[in-house]
């Protein structure tokens, strides 16, 4: 069974910047796609990012442009860096392989004050 451990949330101003990381396990890492999403209380969970398992990269709307996904497989690692966040970045965030398989993180949670 994947094991997903995320890191990296906290506190943060808007205009501010975090950067999440998810060490996988349990998978062939090198070989598969990973993806960032979030789930904001009241609201459903969304995609944010997606890279697949040769570097390429596609962002939802929202986040295109102030996040950047990228993955270390050497260290069975997948990044978010966030600049430029906005209170609506509020969330909390997971990631997963894509395909998701059936294991979910603890996810990380990220508030962002105005």
């Known amino acids: 069974q994947v094991q997903l451990v995320e890191s990296g949330g906290g506190l943060v101003q808007a205009g501010g910047s975090l950067r999440l990381s998810c060490t996988a396990s349990?998978?062939?890492?090198?070989?598969?796609?990973m993806a960032w999403y979030r789930q904001a209380p009241g609201k459903q969970l969304e995609s944010v990012a997606f890279?697949?398992?040769?570097?390429?990269?596609n962002y939802a709307e929202s986040v295109q442009g102030r996040f950047t996904i990228s993955r270390d497989n050497a260290k069975n690692t997948v990044y978010l860096q966030m600049n430029s966040l906005k209170p609506d970045d509020t969330a909390v965030y997971y990631c997963?392989?894509?395909?998701?398989?059936?294991?979910w993180g603890q996810g990380t949670q990220v508030t962002v004050s105005s």
């Open positions: 997963n392989t894509v395909p998701t398989s059936g294991s």
């Open positions: 349990r998978i062939s890492f090198g070989s598969i796609g």
């Open positions: 890279i697949n398992r040769s570097g390429s990269t």
